[in-house]
């Protein structure tokens, strides 16, 4: 059983939607993380939130802790295709001396 | 980019072998982590370090141990390699637990 339950595992949409990407988890967390990965390569980072109710925006990305710090929420406006990759949300519990990951969403944005 | 590096970033094994992966930093940072990536997991996380000699098992850490015997350096040891162990492995490194973690680019191990 996965701590974080991302959705969708795979999503591929047309130039110019709009789409959302969600991270779940009964537990709380200290503050919650985005990744994005391409091919051989490793994850980057590409926010953290960190305060229940949180919003980050990074350029047509907006990012969202939920409330109760159990959840987190990816928003991309207008998909480009650049925007195509692995995305993985990550956290770390309160009081735990970890990091764990969410099993991950595999974005194609055609043109 | 952080100085983390994996070694090596190839290997091919045989069943029954031990292997060791390596994965050395230059940040200083206190918390190291190994994780293997497999189609439809994502990351998990097999073992992690809180510093040195302080080590801890992840959620899938059967079949694998490791050493920090120096804040630079956190090995990963397969015991004896299976077939089922063939993946990616990531090691990575973080100043604090919530903090950023920025990882090394992989090591692709094969067990035939």
């Known amino acids: 059983t996965q701590l974080l339950e991302q959705s969708p595992q795979f999503l591929s949409i047309q130039e110019g939607e709009n789409l959302t990407v969600y991270c779940n988890s009964s537990?709380?967390?200290?503050?919650l993380q985005w990744y994005r990965q391409e091919p051989g390569e490793g994850p980057v980072l590409l926010v953290t939130?960190?305060?229940?109710?949180e919003v980050k925006k990074l350029k047509r990305l907006t990012f969202q802790f939920g409330d109760a710090r159990k959840d987190s929420s990816l928003h991309i406006t207008a998909a480009q295709p650049g925007d195509t990759g692995l995305y993985l949300c990550?956290?770390?519990?309160?009081?735990?001396?970890?990091?764990?990951f969410g099993q991950g969403t595999r974005l194609t944005i055609n043109p | 980019d952080a100085g983390i590096t994996q070694s090596p970033r190839h290997k091919v094994t045989e069943t029954g072998t031990p292997v060791t992966l390596r994965c050395h930093q230059t940040?200083?940072?206190?918390?190291m982590y190994w994780y293997r990536q497999d189609p439809g997991h994502g990351l998990r996380l097999i073992h992690y370090s809180y510093g040195v000699k302080d080590t801890d098992k992840g959620e899938v850490s059967d079949g694998y141990s490791v050493s920090r015997s120096k804040t630079e350096d956190f090995l990963l040891t397969l015991e004896s390699a299976t077939s089922s162990q063939t993946s990616v492995y990531f090691c990575?490194?973080?100043?604090?637990?919530?903090?950023?973690?920025?990882f090394g680019q992989g090591t692709r191990l094969t067990v035939v």
């Open positions: 537990s709380v967390f200290s503050s």
């Open positions: 940040e200083n940072h206190r918390y």
């Open positions: 990550a956290g770390a519990l309160q009081g735990a001396q970890k990091l764990v």
């Open positions: 939130v960190v305060t229940g109710g």
């Open positions: 990575a490194i973080s100043f604090r637990q919530d903090s950023e973690a920025f």
